[in-house]
Every structure is written in C-alpha cells, then in structure tokens.
C-alpha cells in the first residue's frame, strides 16, 4: 500500500477590516469543511489585518468569512462564484511548486513490455499491477530521449490469465508526486481498441442522469397526480416512469449519445400525501423525487412496478447500458413502518441542549435530520449497518443493477460503506459494483470515502462549480483558474480517477439559466424559480453549453450528463431545474447540441485516448485553453475558445504526432513539424484526433 507524503505546507491567510472593529473573525470553507469552529479564529496582527496559519495543498478553496456572527463572501477577494442562494463563494488560490513535480506520458509497447516518458528528474518509481507492487527488476531506467527519462516496464505474465487488469506507475521527487499513468490490459496486452471495451469498464463509463418522474410517461395508466390546490403544479407527480425510460433505451437515444451508464432518481414507494411547507410560496411537496422512502423493497406505484423495473433493466442490459440506481441510506419517511416498530434505530430529533437536531450540516453531520418528518438511520448501532447494507443489496440481487449512486454520502458512518461494499464483492467473486457518491465538503473529507474498501468515486463539485461559472460566463470566469483547480483535483483524486464531472445537478440551477443571462449572478435562484419564468433569452447559452459539454467529455473521470442539458434546457434551482424532458419538436438550437454532445459522446466511446490517455495543458489563458490526452500512439488535442470573438491559436505539440490528424467539429486547422495553428469561432471548440 503506498503512502504519499502530504504537500500541504502552511499559509498565512489575512483578512482586511477596512478600519472597522470587529469583535469575531472567522472562515469556513472548504479547507475546513465549511466549519468555521474547526480553524482557529483570525486573530489581530501589528498591521491591522486579521490572520490564521492554515495548512494546505496547492489547489483552489471556496470559502466566506464568518464575521461577528454574519456570513458571506470575502469583501476584499474579487474571484468569486455564485452558491445559487443569494450569495457568493469566495476563491482562495494556493500555489505550489507543481510545474517541478514528474509527468509521465505513455510512448510505445510491445507483445510484454511497455515504455514510459517522464518529465523533470525524479527519485523513486513505482509500478503496480492489481495493486501489487512490481519488484525492481520488471523496471528498467534508459537514456534520456530530449531530456525525457524513459522507463520500461515488463508486464507480469499473470495478467494473461485476466480478460481485464491494470498496471499503475507514479514517480515521485522532492517536489513531490507525479500524475498516475493507468495502462488497460486485456489478457495481458495493450488495451488498443474501443471494441474492447465493455459497460462493466468502469473507467469508460458515460453517465446520463434520469429523475424518473421528469424523463418519459410510457404509461399514462399509473399516472396519480395529487392535484390538490395545497400541492403547486411544479411540485406534484408529472407522470414519467420506468417504462419511459426503457421506450427512449429501446429508441436507441442513449446510444446515439455513447451513453452506457443511467443514473436513476430513488424508485422506493414514497407517501401518498403530501410534506414539507415553503411558506413563500407556499405549497406542500410531492414525493415525485422519490427521496422519502415508505417501503425498502417496493417500487412507488406511480413509476411501475417491480416486474417493470426488472424488464427495464434486462432491456438496459441488451444495449450495454448499466443501470445505477439511487440509493438513499441515510433517512426514510416517518411513515415507514421500521421508525414506528423500532425508534431505537434512530437517532435524535433533538439535541442534549433541546434544540431540534435538524439541517446541522457539518456540526452533526452523523446525526442530523434533513427534515422534522425524515428520521436518521443511527449507524453507530452495528443493526442498523447491517440491515441497511442488506437493504441495498437486495435491489442489486432482485433487479440486476450494476450499482449504486449514493445519497448524502458524508451523513452516514464509514461502517454502512466498508459493510455494503463488503457484501457487494462477497457476492461478485471479490469484484465491486460501481458505487458514487454525493459529498460537499473539502477534497480531504471527499477522499476519504475512496478506498477498495467504500466507494469507486464521487462527485467533484469543485470542479463544476468553477466550470460553471467559466463556460457560463457569470463573475470573473477563469480558464487558468479552472485549470488549477482539475489539476488540484487530479493530485487528490489522481489523474485517472473515478470521479463524477457533472455538466448539471438536480439541486442547482441549470447551465442555462445562468449562461442566458436569465439568471443573475448571485441571486436567490430558488426563489427566482418562484418569482418569474426563467427562459434563454441569449441563445448564445447554447454555444456555452457545447463548451460544457466539451469539457467533461475530454477530461479524466466519468462524465455525468444532467438529463436535458444535451438539448440546453433552463430553469432555476430546484424545482424548476427539474422540468419534464423534451424529445419532440426540438429548436433549431436544441437539435444542434444535441447534435454535438452526441459526437463528443461517440468520440469518448470509441477512443482509448479519451479514456485512459494522460492529461498535458499546452496552453492556458483566462478564455481558452488547449489541452492533449496523450495514450501511447495516439493523441487527442482539445482547443476551446471561451471569449465572444474569434481566436487565432499556435501551440508547440511537444511530443510526435503518428498519423493523419481530423478535426471532428469541421475547423480548418494547420499542423507543421508539430506546430498547430487553428482558428476557431467565438465560444466554440475543436477535438483533434
């Protein structure tokens, strides 16, 4: 097991009163997962500036300064992002001295041996196959190739008896540890070819997200909406269901957009009756989301049946399609029949002090509930793990799923993942499942959930938040910026990780709402949802949207499609963000992003260097960015230009390029002794191949 020694180190943050005095100075974010108790106070220093060591790794942090008991956004600091309530979140850039640390691009292979380049001296190798380590003598260090060190490793002559196995090398100096190169076996060679590849390759894996009641109604005999006049349209029963979701698998629509991977919403029953209140509306919800589960083992009604789910499923699996679905382990319905038989196995409503126990995010975030009628599973109590575990287990062995994406992963106990994940391999012959999870918070706490052991990855809302803004176009959107936080993240995570990179979430506003211009930086955009209908008044949302798209289907990870971002539909913050799916009559507009996110789709399906290649930044400015996937052989160059104006760009390829070199989106380009020039149009992208 290798350990990787920190490259935290401390800084010095400071905050500047403006002359005023100030009683309290705090900072929560995402160095301390937004909880502000958890860093000492800024205390005064000589200069009149308020200040705290912190302990840190080179990346980006959002953050907001706590002062005197009010929280908002940093007054002094002027890179910021929206949180979509009314506010802003701060930026805080740590640098580093990451331009020294290794890179290693894969270069050749032959019938057992491989070759490697790195970049910059280093001191130690290591080699992984299966996570066992090489000895010394399958590594051989050669001469240098233009300042390059190459490295050759042997393959083991067991991984022939495997159709699937990997071989990991890292290297590492004073400065610290390089990107992972992740080398594809199939039965002991070079993985070449995309036909190679299956759904169950979690690495190639394009996921499209569905929120059931909002995709396709394919059966309009189970619709029940509740049509109350306390239940607001927006937030009763639309009617979609499982067997609209197997109508668009069996259209071939999900083929055509190269995805292989459906994330769907919580199937549970859930109540029949409405809950929850928002008074500035104000209205009751319906269960439509599928988050308040009644019952562990039925289907709501309103979306099918279990027989339709198992059908479903089956059809999913005709089209190499896996079906993940949404697993909520954290809280059920008060209704449901465990919380009245056995209270035991919850925790507290209340606090030892009174005080309601509810929406503590970080201060009790293993107890907390999210709502007075949504009681906490007490996974402190080893029953309730291993009923749970087995709960989900259940859908995996009666339905034939291929995973989970987990609700609210970092408000549940280590125990219920390690046991879960456990059982999973008990049953696969040692393999795991898919599992992703959904955690706010830094990347340390989000880490911490990725080992053999729990989970295969979770979403980098890091990342997204600062795509989001950039492609948007809303605050000061940054390329450079949103470079070092992808690398920031591949440094935790590693280059080729698991991570989810989500164009949209169901519990943000939409893409764009935001690029349109119909959302305004830094409004409430839940109430805007409320006030007003958000539209696309600039159409140029849709040119953003593409550059989105671009982006989370070029880079490492496991791209996350929010369904109807691939025609750019809009909406606010939930519940508008969660509007009924659009296959018809399609705009003009829609049709061609539709269009292009189905060849970027096809592009990341049918090419290893999409997948497995190693991320080199060849240039990058505030509005554009040039970028190669570099995978033995073959190379993927991604140029994207985020301005409103034409862009001439010339870049040094600074490896050999084998081969005839396409432009998949029609830009004429030049490529000479490995010097690129292009042109692109405004807010538009081209991927060389």
């Given amino acids: ?127 992984y196959w299966q996570n066992y380590q090489l000895p010394a003598s399958f590594i051989k260090t050669k001469n240098k190739i233009q300042n390059l060190t190459q490295l050759e490793i042997t393959i083991p002559d067991e991984a022939k008896k495997l159709d699937r196995s990997f071989i990991r090398v890292w290297v590492s100096n004073k400065y610290g540890v390089s990107n992972d190169a992740l080398i594809a076996l199939e039965k002991g060679r ?42 607001h349209p927006k937030v009763d029963f639309f009617g979609g269901d499982i067997v609209g979701i197997e109508q668009v698998i069996e259209s071939g629509y999900f083929d055509k957009l190269g995805v292989n991977t459906l994330w769907i919403s919580p199937l549970n029953q859930n109540p029949e009756e409405p809950y929850a209140y928002l008074p500035s509306v104000p209205t009751k919800f319906a269960g439509y989301h599928g988050y308040w589960p009644i019952s562990m083992s039925k289907v709501d009604h309103r979306f099918g049946t279990n027989n339709e789910l198992k059908q479903m499923v089956k059809t999913a699996h005709k089209h190499e399609i896996n079906i993940l679905l949404d697993y909520v382990a954290h809280h059920l319905h008060e209704l449901h029949p465990l919380y009245k038989e056995h209270p035991e196995y919850f925790t507290s409503l209340y606090l030892p002090d009174g005080t309601m126990n509810t929406e503590k995010w970080d201060e009790h975030r293993l107890t907390t509930w999210f709502d007075t009628f949504m009681p906490t599973f007490d996974m402190f109590n080893p029953k309730v793990v291993e009923m749970m575990s087995d709960s989900a287990l259940f859908w995996i062995n009666e339905f034939g799923i291929d995973g989970f994406r987990h609700d609210a992963c970092k408000h549940v106990k280590n125990d219920f993942w390690r046991a879960l994940t456990y059982k999973i391999k008990q049953e696969n012959k040692g393999k795991n499942l898919y599992q992703i999870g959904e955690t706010y918070g830094s990347p340390d706490l989000i880490s911490s959930y990725l080992t053999t052991g729990m989970l295969d990855g979770q979403f980098d809302f890091n990342v997204y938040e600062d795509a989001n803004a950039s492609f948007a176009g809303v605050g000061e959107p940054s390329l450079v910026r949103l470079n070092k936080v992808l690398q920031g993240s591949f440094r935790t995570y590693g280059t080729h990780n698991l991570m989810g990179y989500i164009s949209g979430n169901h519990d943000k506003a939409r893409f764009m709402a935001l690029a349109s211009g119909d959302l305004e930086f830094g409004e409430d955009s839940k109430a805007a949802g409320w006030e007003r209908e958000i539209g696309i008044t600039d159409s140029i949302a849709y040119d953003k949207m593409a550059l989105m798209q671009t982006f989370i289907l070029t880079i490492p990870g496991v791209p996350v499609i929010f369904y109807g971002d691939e025609i750019g539909m809009t909406g606010a913050n939930d519940p508008d963000c969660r509007r009924m799916m659009k296959f018809e009559n399609l705009a003009d507009r829609e049709s061609k992003l539709l269009a292009k996110t189905s060849i970027l789709g096809q592009l990341r399906k049918n090419n290893p260097v999409l997948i497995y290649g190693d991320f080199i930044n060849l240039q990058n400015e505030a509005e554009s960015w040039i970028y190669a996937l570099k995978y033995f052989d073959k190379t993927a160059i991604v140029i994207i230009n985020n301005s409103n104006k034409a862009k001439d760009f010339e870049v040094d390829i600074p490896f050999s390029l084998k081969g005839k070199v396409k432009a998949n989106f029609g830009n004429n380009f030049s490529l000479k002794n490995n010097h690129l020039k292009i042109n692109l149009p405004p807010y538009s992208s081209e991927v060389l191949l």
């Avoid at 205390?43 to 953050?63: F, W």
């Avoid at 979690?202 to 509740?226: C, Q």
């Fill in 190 to 231: 070079v993985l070449e070819n995309a036909n190679q590849l299956t759904r169950k390759d979690n690495h190639a894996k394009i996921i499209y997200f569905i929120l059931a009641d909002r995709f396709k109604n394919g059966k309009t005999d189970n619709d029940s909406p509740m049509n109350r006049p306390d239940v």
């Fill in 1 to 127: 097991v290798p350990c990787r020694k920190s490259d935290k180190s401390p800084f010095t943050f400071t905050y500047n009163p403006q002359g005023e005095k100030l009683v309290r100075v705090q900072i929560a974010g995402q160095m301390n997962d937004w909880t502000a108790s958890a860093t000492p106070d800024l205390q005064l220093n000589r200069d009149g500036l308020y200040e705290v060591e912190l302990n840190l790794s080179p990346g980006n942090y959002l953050y907001q300064m706590l002062i005197d008991g009010e929280q908002n956004h940093d007054a002094n600091n002027p890179d910021k992002v929206d949180n979509g309530y009314g506010k802003f979140n701060s930026i805080l850039q740590v640098d580093g001295a990451t331009e020294q640390y290794p890179l290693i691009t894969t270069d050749n292979y032959s019938k057992n041996k491989i070759r490697l380049l790195v970049e910059n001296d280093f001191e130690e190798c290591f080699v």
